[in-house]
């Protein structure tokens, strides 16, 4: 869940201070911080906090930055290379400086407007005295875009130096330094920075709070009209919206609370000093990665902020109420009721909400898969020919008064589409059914079940058991989860016998990894050792193994369906491993392939690298629930059999032939002749003349001025944007790993004047790849997608306007 009506707080100042003369100051002070000169530091610090401190929104705060920025990026390159130099050492030998320093008559001149030092000008460290050209002779060659990356990280720790100064609590002033220098050595050494230490790396706690908040929407709401659960869905957006940018009290503000015991202060003191590192800061230090607050914390942070934090969301609830557009003000007059229930779920211990294998019934889910796929497809415009939607249709089906009638519906779909009548698919169904009930004997000796089925059987009476578990530095880790890793230790270390143990011992109690195990009458019989990267989208499988006495039963299969589940839980769509040799043909079955769909930078110094193994990657959808695909697709083919043996009947039979000629008729309308209709033959409906399409009826002039009308208009659409013109692949990197062939409304205009468009089946293939290429690309969730689907409705009734579209 993301977005959610903007509710926002006042932020900390961070950079919001951007005016040239103070960004000299910024820079010269920064500069002599990093050197270390504290003195000088102290200040520059004087005369920033001289200025009163620009009381800006968030937004204001980003906006400025981003333009000080673009500012610095548009500068010329000697410019740039000037600003470079003041955080970069000399390169004479035997030199330590680590910043070029302005001459003392021109401290005061920004370099950022129209000050540029000559590139011979001497630096005024005492110790150095080297031109400015020593600073920067490593630099000329590098690329523009690593130059501006560069200087993006220069601002954002000039930015960090002056908050630095402003901010009077001392746990956030410490931490602001921390980052401070993280930067400066990134700048020196010219890497990227990372944050590695005791804070461990996020996500911190599972459930997080935004999958939490989902399980209580299911949980309390599910029973409502979908009205009102669509009200309770924004509600809960909204709050995760208001937390994602709530500003945290500072640890020492927390003291004044007399209720808080001396461990509540510590963890809180950890958590708050994550959320400053990880969510805070980087959102306005671009160089520094940042991560949601609702997707990397969980129940620990939430319970001590909730009190706070949910009266200050009221009270903006109450004013904010009237800026509110009519028909959303629903969501402010539940959101009390809304964090009540919130409250009671964070207070219980046994709370379903904060259990991370909390899913919600079956039944809900499939409810709302199945609305989704409704929109979707009322969206698109078009009826679906596969028989599973058939079934759904049937099954469900929209409200009444939605609804067409139902000889309407079949109508449709037996003569509009190729699906199959709904009472053809419940028969089948039926028959299905009923021949599973009736066949005791196979269920009593189940001859043909699969392996998948057996190990799921055994899950369900308890017999063997699916956890995940792993090491922690900053909470107490139980007894059994200590046996079970010390147990799943020994089966990798058995049964990936090239593997150091020392290694395996390292990385199955590494924090960062977790390992998921199946445990047989209380021993783990086999597991997955990975690590995710939630920032890359990606989690990475480590060791892969189950006992020997216990292979080939299904559970190396149901161990990875379990994994590829909770990935998608989290957010995860990738998964890769560096397979043996030996086990790629598992891996393969599993739906691995050699074939990386991930572009390298994603992976590439994150993942471990093993010789000798290869590379193999699984893409995951995420609307598949992976522990029961074999057994729905197993369904389906079922039913689809039973279908193809009706058909077969119907094929099959031997009707009495036809008398009406003997007595006179000379011919007979196709269709009436017993028996076709029944083994699929259809009618060609041709268009009533009147209602032909255009081209058979017009010159290509008229045609190319049609499409030239639609294509104005589909231009101008408000949801056009994101198809005016070529997708860049400066703009999205991996795009044209995916797309293969792409097209946009900017090409169209330009085929069009060619002449490309000689009929309209070539333009609307182009208009359609348009719509095909954004929905494969980006997910169901995104605006583009959103996007595609509105401009894609227009598109055909601006088309149907012109007689141009056929049905
Ligand atoms: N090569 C080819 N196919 C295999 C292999 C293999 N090494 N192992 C299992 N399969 C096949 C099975 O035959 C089965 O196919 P089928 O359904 O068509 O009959 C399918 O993969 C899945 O079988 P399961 O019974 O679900 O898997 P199992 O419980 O045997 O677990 C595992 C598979 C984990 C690979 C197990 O055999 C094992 O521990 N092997 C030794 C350790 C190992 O090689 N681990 C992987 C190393 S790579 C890494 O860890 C990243």
């Known amino acids: ?72 990026f548009n500068l010329p390159e000697a410019q740039k290379l000037a600003k470079l130099s003041m955080y970069s050492a000399c390169q004479f030998e035997g030199c330590r400086c680590t910043g070029w320093k302005t ?59 002056m908050s630095m100064q402003r901010v009077e609590d001392e746990d956030t002033k410490k931490v602001y330094l921390y980052l401070f220098r993280l930067l400066r050595q990134c700048v020196l050494t010219r890497q990227q920075a990372v944050i590695r230490g005791p804070l461990g790396d996020p996500p911190f706690e599972s459930p997080c709070i935004t999958k939490a908040v989902s399980s209580l929407v299911f949980y309390k709401y599910s029973h409502l009209n979908q009205t009102e659960l669509q009200t309770m869905t924004e509600v809960a957006k909204t709050f995760l919206n208001f937390l994602n940018h709530y500003n945290f009290e500072s640890p020492s503000a927390r003291r004044a609370d007399s209720t808080q015991t001396h461990e509540d202060a510590s963890t809180y003191k950890i958590n708050y000093t994550r959320w400053l590192v990880f969510c805070h800061v980087p959102a306005f230090c671009n160089s520094l990665r940042q991560f949601e607050t609702s997707l990397v914390f969980g129940r620990t942070l939430l319970r001590t902020v909730f009190q706070s934090m949910s009266q200050q969301l009221k009270k903006k609830c109450v004013s904010e109420r009237d800026r509110f557009p009519e028909d959303k003000r629903s969501i402010i007059t539940q959101m009390p009721k809304f964090l009540e229930a919130l409250r009671g779920e964070l207070l219980k211990d046994d709370s379903p909400i904060w259990d991370p294998n909390y899913r919600p019934p079956n039944s809900f889910v499939m409810q709302q898969r199945k609305r989704h796929q409704e929109v979707n497809s009322m969206a698109a415009g078009a009826s679906s020919s596969n028989i599973v939607s058939g079934v759904k249709r049937s099954i469900a089906g929209e409200p009444q008064h939605k609804r067409p009638k139902k000889d309407t519906v079949d109508r449709v779909s037996s003569e509009n589409s190729d699906d199959l009548p709904t009472e053809v698919v419940l028969r089948a169904m039926n028959a299905v059914m009923e021949s599973k009930t009736t066949n005791k004997a196979e269920i009593l000796f189940p001859v043909n079940v699969s392996r998948d089925e057996n190990v ?80 890359q989208g990606f989690t990475e499988i480590v060791f892969c193994a189950v006992t020997m006495a216990e292979q080939v039963k299904g559970y190396g299969t149901h161990l990875m369906n379990h994994l590829k589940d909770y990935s998608i839980q989290r957010g995860i769509k990738h998964l890769l491993t560096f397979a043996d040799c030996d086990a790629i043909g598992y891996f393969k079955k599993q739906g691995f392939s050699k074939d990386i769909k991930l572009a390298r930078p994603v992976y590439a110094g994150y993942i471990k690298e093993y010789d000798s193994a290869t590379l193999m990657h699984c893409e995951l959808h995420p609307s598949i629930v992976n ?81 030239a009308s639609v294509l104005q208009s589909v231009r101008q659409h408000t949801t056009a944007w994101p198809f005016l013109r070529p997708v860049t692949a400066a703009e999205v990197p991996d795009y044209y790993d995916h797309i293969k062939y792409p097209m946009d409304l900017k090409t169209m205009g330009e085929r069009l004047k060619r002449g490309y468009y000689q009929n309209r089946r070539l333009f609307m293939a182009d208009m359609a790849r348009i719509f095909s290429n954004c929905r494969f690309y980006n997910s169901p969730d995104t605006e583009y997608y959103r996007c595609a689907n509105s401009l894609e409705r227009y598109f055909q009734t601006k088309m149907r306007e012109l007689g141009l579209w056929d049905k």
């Open 627 to 707: 522990t029961q695909f074999i057994a729905v697709i197993r369904n389906q083919s079922e039913i689809l059999k039973e279908l193809i043996a009706q058909r077969h009947n119907e094929v099959q039979k031997v009707r009495a032939g036809l008398t009406c000629f003997k007595e006179g008729l000379p011919s007979i309308p196709v269709e009436s002749i017993p028996g076709l209709r029944e083994i699929g033959w259809k009618p060609q409906m041709r268009p009533a003349r009147a209602s032909r399409p255009l081209e058979e009826s017009s010159d290509p002039e008229k045609l190319a001025t049609s499409f």
């Open 456 to 535: 799921k059987a055994e899950e369900q009476k308890r017999a063997i058991e699916f956890h995940v578990v792993g090491n922690s530095l900053t909470k107490p880790v139980d007894k059994q989860t200590i046996l079970w890793l010390l147990g799943l230790q020994l089966v990798f270390a058995h049964q990936l016998p090239e593997m150091p143990r020392e290694y395996i011992s390292q990385l199955v109690f590494d924090t960062k990894h977790k390992t998921l195990a199946l445990i047989k009458e209380n021993q783990p019989i086999g597991g997955i050792c990975f690590r995710p990267f939630p920032s």
């Open 103 to 161: 001459p003392q008559e021109n401290r005061h001149r920004d370099v950022e407007s129209s000050y540029c030092p000559e590139f011979t000008e001497e630096c005024r460290n005492a110790s150095c005295c080297h031109p400015l050209r020593s600073h920067i002779a490593h630099l000329t060659e590098i690329s523009r875009a690593s130059m501006d990356d560069l200087l993006g990280a220069i601002i954002d720790m000039e930015n960090l130096f």
């Open 1 to 72: 869940m993301s977005g959610g009506p903007a509710i926002t707080l006042k932020s900390q100042p961070i950079g919001s201070n951007s005016g040239n003369a103070a960004a000299a100051q910024q820079q010269q002070s920064a500069n002599d911080a990093a050197s270390g000169s504290s003195s000088q530091a102290a200040s520059g610090a004087a005369g920033s906090t001289g200025t009163p401190a620009q009381e800006g929104t968030r937004q204001n705060s980003l906006q400025r930055i981003q333009q000080r920025k673009q500012k610095v």
